[in-house]
């Protein structure tokens, strides 16, 4: 049974750039929320999407976007990159309803920004 | 607003130890816990949780903690350490919980880096 997959691991981009992360959710989960882990920081949440709507949104600028898909997968898009989105960027996926199932989180994306 | 702090950023405990590691959060409302572990490279893995009941929470790798609403904090606790506890450790509280398991968006404290002497 696959975890939560995310792809790709490294990125490098430079400022002013668009870039796209994406997301497979542990099989049998229906939601997805995405955080961003700055180096020596905590996670920081930025949204999550269930029924393919974003339901909730942390403190993250417009330049944060994502999309879910039919079959639960997720992409995170940032535009106008700048320095500081550079950051491991994390996935989760969880269950809403039924069997309590616990979040699980991908081993991210680690986007460096030049 | 929620906010989680853990006061040490770094904690050296030599092997066999035991250890603490302190969380204090802020919440208005009845607030749900997690402690979460971050090997190098790695997504986080729950430790443990808490929602509600009995206040002192078992968890995976020999971890418990105990919530205590009036000083309003989580410690994370194990009688003795392995080498292979050395991580980071983070404490979460959320606002919501679903049936199936999930949460809304979680807060995190900065995380405490546990080094683990031979």
């Known amino acids: 049974d696959a975890g939560v997959t995310q792809s790709p691991t490294h990125l490098i981009k430079t400022r002013g750039q668009q870039v796209t992360l994406r997301c497979s959710p542990k099989?049998?989960?229906?939601?997805v929320s995405w955080y961003q882990q700055a180096l020596g920081q905590g996670p920081q949440f930025i949204f999550q999407?269930?029924?393919?709507?974003?339901?909730q949104r942390g403190n993250f600028p417009d330049r944060f976007s994502g999309h879910q898909f039919p079959n639960y997968s997720s992409e995170l898009n940032v535009n106008a990159l700048l320095l500081g989105d550079s950051a491991l960027y994390l996935c989760?996926?969880?269950?809403?309803?039924?069997?309590?199932?616990?979040?699980?989180f991908g081993n991210g994306t680690r986007l460096t920004v030049t | 607003a929620q906010s989680v702090t853990q006061p040490d950023i770094h904690i050296t405990v030599s092997e066999g130890a035991s250890l603490e590691l302190r969380c204090n959060y802020s919440?208005?409302?009845?607030?749900?816990l997690f402690w979460y572990v971050q090997s190098p490279g790695q997504g986080l893995q729950l430790l443990l949780k808490?929602?509600?009941?009995?206040?002192l929470v078992q968890g995976i790798k020999g971890f418990e903690a105990e919530f205590k609403r009036s000083q309003s904090s989580f410690n994370l606790r194990k009688p003795s350490v392995h080498w292979s506890d050395a991580a980071e450790y983070f404490c979460?509280?959320?606002?919501?919980?679903?049936?199936?398991?999930?949460?809304?968006?979680?807060?995190f404290g900065k995380g405490t880096h546990l080094i683990i002497q031979p």
């Open positions: 989760a996926s969880s269950l809403r309803t039924g069997n309590n199932s616990p979040l699980h």
């Open positions: 099989s049998g989960h229906d939601t």
């Open positions: 999407y269930y029924e393919e709507e974003e339901r």
């Open positions: 919440y208005g409302a009845t607030p749900y």
């Open positions: 808490y929602f509600s009941g009995d206040t």
């Open positions: 979460a509280v959320g606002a919501r919980v679903y049936s199936g398991g999930g949460a809304d968006g979680l807060t």
